[in-house]
């Protein structure tokens, strides 16, 4: 599909875009200039959910990356308290979308969500959660997930429920977890006694996996489907995903709702090459790079809400400008992003979103904080390529001495004996002690080289 398609069947046309009556179904408040919105929650952009009505804020809470601190213990625990003034902001501000899993954060995200939101009236909020069972897949353990996840978020109904991360293994793996131990007959009849009101799945996997599990719409009826869609993701998804582009228009052609996560790819679109954040910046001064990902993620009519990770408050404000209201991309600004993802292909990151789904080590490796650094050298021009190379002693030292800060020294790569256990939990299916094995060697390399 070239981008004229895109727009025609993301219903965004510039002529339409012109038409305030033709957004009035999912913009609440004006459209203005980018410099000149507000972020009061009449201003917030929201989507109609076709198959029930819901007015859903175009930006969603994603759960996952509430802030930590260390207890007594020096153990990490979320910070409640920051939590709940990031809750209470974010709905005062328009947002009513809750996005939280039983696994997140080492398992405190749906309890920390719960008593953050359980301030509010429940009509003030939708909330999603999921059926996390990736290790242990029998009736018993599914069960015991699905019945705490409401004792937890102390609620007596969940808004959106979610088979989640379904994709890697196949259908081999997707009967297994759901459908041998009769887990997804249960949900659809949970469903039908009102406490699941909207039943779906999130995605991450190979374009045969999702086509065999959008065939199941005919018969379990999915209410919405969850997707990785960003400008890098949209026509070059990495690893064993699949194109952003198929996934949306397969949604679009069952009236499925799309609800978006990884808009920024872990943080990624936020955290681009300098020249290329030059670019961005030179063609709009007054918008942040993230906004740029944001924008392109809310733009198709089809996408219900687009999660993100607001661990800070800076972040959430920023994202509130964005959204309050969205300006819909239009085909130059479209061309502009893609052209600013084959630039970026260029660059030869790890694609790690940061989930941390592949935590914790059991040999004790921060294996988010090894890639993240060693991404964040890459888009910094921070690696050394060679004594050969020009200004290699600066670069070498640079890298060598922000490793040893931003990764513990009994946490570092070295330590990696290969065990692939995190390899399997891993949504973009890196090889992570392939990759780790391979930041080793090159450190181990800059070491030597004094």
Not at 422 to 430: F, G, N
Request: with cysteine.
């Amino acid at each position: 599909m070239d981008r004229r398609e895109f727009l025609k069947k993301a219903g965004i046309a510039a002529a339409v875009m012109s038409q305030t009556s033709a957004l009035t179904s999912c913009i609440s408040g004006r459209t203005t200039d980018e410099g000149n919105k507000s972020d009061g929650p009449e201003n917030m952009t929201y989507r109609i959910n076709p198959g029930n009505g819901d007015k859903v804020s175009i930006l969603g809470y994603g759960c996952m990356r509430w802030p930590m601190i260390k207890d007594e213990d020096g153990n990490d625990i979320i910070d409640q308290e920051m939590t709940e003034r990031l809750v209470d902001h974010a709905i005062a501000h328009g947002i009513n979308y809750f996005d939280a899993s039983p696994v997140y954060l080492q398992g405190q995200c749906e309890k920390a969500t719960g008593a953050a939101l359980k301030r509010h009236p429940r009509d003030k909020y939708f909330i999603a959660t999921k059926l996390s069972n990736f290790s242990n897949y029998t009736r018993e353990n599914s069960m015991l997930m699905y019945r705490k996840s409401f004792e937890n978020l102390q609620v007596d109904y969940i808004d959106y429920y979610l088979l989640h991360a379904i994709g890697g293994g196949g259908m081999k793996v997707f009967n297994e977890r759901y459908v041998d131990n009769g887990m997804l007959d249960f949900l659809t009849e949970e469903r039908k006694a009102g406490r699941i009101r909207n039943l779906g799945f999130s995605f991450h996997g190979d374009k045969e996996s999702f086509d065999s599990f959008i065939q199941l719409h005919e018969k379990y009826h999915w209410d919405f489907v969850q997707i990785q869609l960003n400008y890098m993701d949209w026509k070059h998804a990495s690893g064993k995903n699949t194109d952003a582009e198929y996934l949306y228009n397969e949604l679009r052609k069952r009236g499925i709702p799309a609800v978006i996560m990884e808009p920024l790819l872990g943080g990624r679109l936020s955290k681009v090459p300098q020249h290329i954040a030059e670019r961005l910046k030179e063609r709009a001064p007054q918008n942040t790079t993230a906004s740029w990902a944001f924008r392109f993620a809310g733009t198709p009519e089809g996408v219900l809400c687009v999660l993100s990770g607001m661990t800070y408050m800076e972040h959430l404000q920023d994202n509130l400008k964005t959204y309050s209201p969205l300006v819909p991309l239009d085909e130059n600004e479209l061309a502009f992003l893609e052209e600013t993802a084959e630039l970026m292909l260029k660059y030869p990151t790890v694609p790690c979103n940061d989930c941390k789904y592949c935590m914790p080590c059991p040999y004790g490796i921060d294996i988010p904080a090894i890639l993240l650094h060693y991404n964040k050298c890459v888009n910094e021009g921070e690696i050394a390529n060679g004594p050969e190379s020009e200004n290699y002693s600066k670069a070498r030292r640079a890298y060598l001495v922000s490793y040893d800060r931003a990764v513990p020294k009994l946490r570092q790569a070295n330590r990696c004996i290969g065990c692939g256990q995190c390899t399997s939990h891993c949504p973009q299916s890196i090889n992570i002690p392939h990759e780790l094995h391979r930041i080793d060697r090159y450190i181990e390399k800059l070491r030597q080289d004094k």
